[in-house]
């Protein structure tokens, strides 16, 4: 079989085009149906940037991994697909529902747009989903259409995923922000949730779940914090006091602080999720002080949107360094321990297999999200313990997502 990587530079990706697609006559002209390669291997943006090109071909078969891209009907990469020749389409997804029905028609429509062509008779019959007889009528029409494969049904000797959800208390500093975010949006909160009052009740809320996550998130505080820290120890000042002040302003980081040398010690390999890339920031800086003091090596990965700056000091990752860091980090004799990650970026398809420990620093407001970071924790051979942890504090949130996670899983 004859495959070839569709991607690189426009100049890259013509030369392709040019050498490597089709076939020519003895003349140099291309010859209509006849094409060199028996597979092609591209990325989303590559279907954005050339589908012109690529809507010429006429395509046996289709499969597209990270099928929920495709969730919302009026995005660009949907429209490329649909103008291209698809004989045969198969999606491959983790999460074929994150949110709402919607994003489940567009995939549906995507695959048979004869049998789904009107959004809103399906909406009609499963906008909401709140009986069991809606639920057992979706499953029958999706049994013929989606294979499900369970990590048990692939391999019999991993090892079970034990899930906690740790609840940490605020420390005074924390407390003393909170009071003053929600003392400072009084007015907005004695308004109620009405339709021109909720972007104000949204700003509030995100305010409260940076402070509940760590108050340095908040502008001008971790100036302040630093101040006090320092005049309380006014005769003698530590050489880790800015790690010491870091760690003692917010109850996740203390429990952070505690938890990985012991998981260090276990001979652990742990993930730790965020889904503010400015707390995976604050988390960087802790285990860089924490080296600069001694501690064993960690391999830093912060991954957003799929762009990043790079930037040499805070190692953040561009999009083409994304696996072989995870290849570092996943090496069988690699000291690496600690692998940071946006929630956003459980869905790239990174490797990360190797972790048997996942700690969720802040819940994701979907709660699929999370779902889908426990995927990574899927090649922990049976006989060693596998750990996914959500640390909860302040804004109670995880408890409105577990019953969310019930609604979805009722479907397939």
Not at 244 to 249: D, E, G
Not at 287 to 297: A, M, S, W, Y
Not at 362 to 387: E, F, I, K, T, Y
Request: hydrophobic share 40%; aromatic share 8%; proline share 5%.
């Amino acid at each position: 079989m004859n495959c070839i990587v569709y991607h690189g530079s426009l100049a890259s990706r013509q030369m392709i085009q040019q050498y490597e697609m089709y076939c020519k006559d003895a003349r140099g002209r291309l010859i209509p149906g006849a094409y060199k390669f028996d597979a092609l291997i591209t990325t989303f943006e590559m279907i954005l940037s050339d589908c012109p090109e690529l809507r010429e071909i006429e395509w046996r078969c289709v499969i597209i991994d990270e099928a929920h891209r495709l969730k919302n009907r009026n995005c660009k990469l949907l429209d490329s697909l649909k103008h291209m020749d698809l004989e045969h389409k198969v999606l491959l997804t983790g999460t074929p529902l994150q949110n709402t029905v919607e994003e489940l028609f567009s995939l549906l429509h995507f695959l048979e747009p004869s049998q789904f062509p009107s959004e809103a008779e399906f909406l009609k019959d499963f906008g909401d989903l709140k009986t069991e007889e809606q639920v057992q009528k979706l499953q029958a029409i999706l049994k013929p259409m989606m294979l499900r494969r369970l990590k048990e049904d692939v391999e019999k000797n991993l090892a079970p995923k034990q899930e906690t959800i740790i609840e940490v208390e605020l420390t005074n500093i924390q407390k003393k922000y909170y009071r003053a975010i929600l003392e400072k949006n009084f007015s907005f909160l004695s308004k109620g949730a009405g339709h021109t009052n909720m972007p104000n009740l949204l700003n509030t809320m995100m305010e409260l779940r940076k402070c509940c996550n760590h108050p340095y998130l908040i502008n001008g505080a971790e100036e302040k914090i630093l101040s006090e820290f320092r005049d309380s120890c006014p005769h003698h000042v530590p050489p880790d006091f800015h790690l010491q002040a870091m760690v003692r302003s917010a109850g996740k980081l203390v429990l952070i602080d505690k938890l990985l040398p012991k998981l260090k010690a276990g001979g652990h390999k742990v993930l730790i999720f965020s889904q503010m890339v400015r707390c995976l920031d604050i988390l960087e800086d802790y285990l860089i002080q924490k080296r600069n003091c001694g501690e064993p090596p960690i391999e830093f990965h912060i991954e957003f949107n799929m762009m990043m700056e790079e930037v040499p000091v805070r190692a953040h990752r561009r999009a083409r360094a994304r696996q072989p860091a995870a290849g570092r980090f996943s090496k069988a004799d690699s000291d690496r321990f600690v692998f940071l990650l946006c929630t956003r970026a459980g869905g790239l398809g990174i490797n990360l297999t190797a972790a048997d420990t996942c700690i969720i620093f802040d819940s994701d407001w979907n709660p699929q999200n999370d779902l889908q970071v426990g995927g990574h924790l899927g090649g922990v051979p049976l006989g060693r313990s596998c750990a996914f942890w959500e640390v909860s504090g302040g804004l109670c949130l995880p408890n409105l997502s577990s019953a969310d996670r019930d609604d979805v899983r009722r479907c397939f």
